[in-house]
Every structure is written in structure tokens, then in C-alpha cells.
């Protein structure tokens, strides 16, 4: 079964500055997509940034980007010039790929969450 | 265009009861999927749907069942309600089984 660990229970940042939230993971497939979601007070799930494990390019998605490396199974997020709307319960999630007749499946298994907030 | 949507937004229920929460996927998207979210947790898998059949399955009782019909929306359905029962129930929705998932706000469900 795949774990996904995010060690870091809690950061804060203050405002502009850059800050890195950790996750490490545990699998033998190599054939896998990573996720890192992004949930505020108000609870709604919103995706952050993915990543192929096939892609040897770290993803970018303007002030998120992440350190994928694969063979260390760590995949971190940095968020650059951090705002306040920037503060939420950050999860990463694994989703491997399970084939059966014919069709391709995937679910997402998460970290315990790290909560992020950003000072003014 | 509307994203996932989930119905209710809050319930309150008593041990022993049944509970039914509604799910309707994103415009273009044909699987749901369901986590639940204990407080302060990350969200645990429960099932996912595609072509109106149950696909996947996570490590919950069969107190947990679920449907989708053919408009894609989909339910879940809770027996034997136990207080351990109380959490967000998140339900996610992605075009094909094995895509990037679009969360819905959750229901919160409390058990008594």
C-alpha cells in the first residue's frame, strides 16, 4: 500500500517571503502522478500543482513549484512571495495507476496536511 | 460552468440512523469519487464510481455504499450511522477514472 508523509504538522511564513512544505512517499510503482492540494478555512479542496513521475521537470504553476526527486521519493512544494490568501491546510497526495478491463484508474491517497500560515 | 456541487452542506444525525449525500460532478466529468475527512485528517478514500458501477473501493465497511446514475451524479449512503462516523464527506469528480480530480465543498456530517 502507498503512504504519503508530511512530516511538517505546521509552518508560517511571513508575507513576500518563500516558504517549502515537505512530503515524502512509499511505493514500488513507477508509474504514478503526485499532487499537491491546497484546502482554506472555508474547506473547499483546490489543486495546486501536479507532477508525472514519468516527467523529469519539476512543475510550475506561477508561484508554486515543486523538488520532485523520484529515486529519494520526495516531492516538495515552494510557494515564492507568499500572501495571505496563501494560508490553508496543504495536503500532497499520490494517485497510482491501476489498469482493469481496459480502463485506467486512479484514486488519491493523502498526507495528514500541514498548516500553512502567512503573517503580514 | 458549476463546479462540483454536493448537497447538504450540514447534517445531524443519531447513531443507528441512515444518511444519503448527494454529489453532482463537474460539467464534462463521467467519475466521482468519495473521501472522508476526519477532522484535522487528510481525506481517507472510500469509493469511486465510473460508468455507473462501484471501480474502487477503500478500506470501509459495507455500511458504505453508494450509486450513480446515469447523469453521472452520484450518491452515498450511510447505514448503521456510528459516531466514529462524524466527518466531512468530500466528493471529487475528473473526466475518466485516472484524471485529475475537482473537489466539492463537502458535507459535513455529525453523528450523536
Known sequence: AQTVTQSQPEMSVQEAETVTLSCTYDTSESNYYLFWYKQPPSRQMILVIRQEAYKQQNATEN?????FQKAAKSF????SDSQLGDTAMYFCAFMKH???????????TFGQGTILTVHP | DAGVTQSPTHLIKTRGQQVTLRCSPKSGHDTVSWYQQALGQGPQFIFQYYEEEERQRGNFPDRFSGHQFPNYSSELNVNALLLGDSALYLCASSFQPYNEQFFGPGTRLTVL
Open chain 1, 76 to 79: 516538495s512544494l515552494k510557494i
Open chain 1, 98 to 108: 491501476t489498469f482493469a478491463g481496459g480502463t485506467s484508474y486512479g484514486k488519491l
Open chain 1, 63 to 67: 508561484r508554486f513549484s515543486v523538488n
